[in-house]
């Protein structure tokens, strides 16, 4: 058994785990991307996700913009992660989106990390899930500065074998898996989590897991105390974050909670900024909370605190059932 990790060395940053990286992307948001950009760096957010595929298909003043502030949050000490891009090029069904165009915003936009360019059609095996994504991550390796991440693909009982096999090839820094890959409903995520990071541990080094698209609060900390280290998502810009229980809200449903922060109380920004800035001030904490509980080791106490009763209990019960 291996020793869980408390920070992980990004781009010379000793980041706290479990950390999440709010997301940007131009699919299912308010804003432009840059727009984003440029909030994050603003806030001098530590951490935060950015997708190629919004850079390359940006306007050229957009893209110097979205340069500047990369350059100043890096400057700055944030580290950035870069997407491949598939994401927005699924959802806006481009199918013109190519690795060399991923590599290209890769050479010349700062980022510390950047996801592989991801086959989201793997293969049905275990082992040829695992010799395709070890391909990918040392082709894109060669085209980019930052360190590549790996991410599995496939079907729930495939992962843990094919994670295991990546990690063993590329001792990654970080090893990424999509949440919708993980299984229908909470409780089979939360078992799936477990499974991989098993099969990660039986390796004799640590390998922190990253879940991709997992911005919901009762979610990380679920993933979390499954083994998870890493998280990314949108919900940061989509909902609305009540700090009192964690639950998420529709996005006009500011007014509820906007007394929780000073953003809602000095009318300084426009509305969207304003909710934009009370939810990153959530997450901040949200995850300085979280992270000490799970170096005091009392993250069954966090999670009973933090959620309600019929939540926590089925998260306890699926984790001690898999004990």
Not at 48 to 77: M, W
Request: net charge negative.
């Amino acid at each position: 058994m291996v020793d869980r990790k408390f920070t992980l060395c990004l781009g010379g940053n000793a980041v706290p785990l479990p950390c999440f990286f709010p997301s940007v992307s131009s699919v299912k948001t308010n804003l432009m991307s840059v727009d984003y950009v440029e909030l994050l760096d603003a806030a001098a957010h530590p951490l935060y996700l950015v997708s190629a595929y919004d850079i390359a298909k940006s306007c050229a003043e957009h893209k110097q913009r979205i340069d500047d502030a990369l350059k100043r949050s890096k400057g700055r000490g944030s580290t950035i992660l870069m997407d491949s891009g598939n994401y927005e090029a699924f959802w806006r069904g481009d199918k013109s989106w190519r690795v060399d165009h991923f590599h290209a915003v890769c050479q010349v936009y700062e980022h510390d990390l950047c996801f592989c360019f991801d086959n989201q059609n793997p293969p049905g095996v275990a082992e040829a899930i695992a010799e395709d994504v070890i391909a990918g991550v040392i082709s894109n390796q060669s085209h980019t500065a930052g360190t590549v991440v790996p991410i599995v693909h496939g079907r729930p009982e495939l992962l843990p074998d094919a994670t295991q096999k990546v990690a063993r090839q590329l001792f990654p820094v970080l090893l990424a898996i999509p949440e919708r890959a993980l299984g229908e409903g909470i409780v089979a995520r939360i078992r799936s989590v477990r499974r991989i990071r098993k099969a990660l541990d039986m390796l004799g080094f640590y390998c922190p897991l990253h879940i991709l698209g997992t911005g919901n609060p009762i979610s990380i900390v679920a993933y979390t105390m499954a083994g998870a280290d890493s998280f990314d998502g949108l919900e940061w810009c989509q909902t609305v974050v009540d700090h009192r229980t964690g639950a998420l809200l529709h996005f006009q449903h500011w007014d509820f909670v906007k007394e929780q922060t000073r953003w809602g109380k000095d009318d300084v920004l426009p509305y969207i900024q304003s909710v934009l800035m009370h939810n990153l001030e959530f997450y901040g904490q949200f995850m300085k909370d979280l992270q000490a509980a799970l170096k005091g080791d009392t993250l069954q106490e966090f999670l009973i605190k933090r959620l309600p009763e019929e939540c926590s209990s089925i998260i306890l019960r699926t984790i001690e059932e898999d004990e």
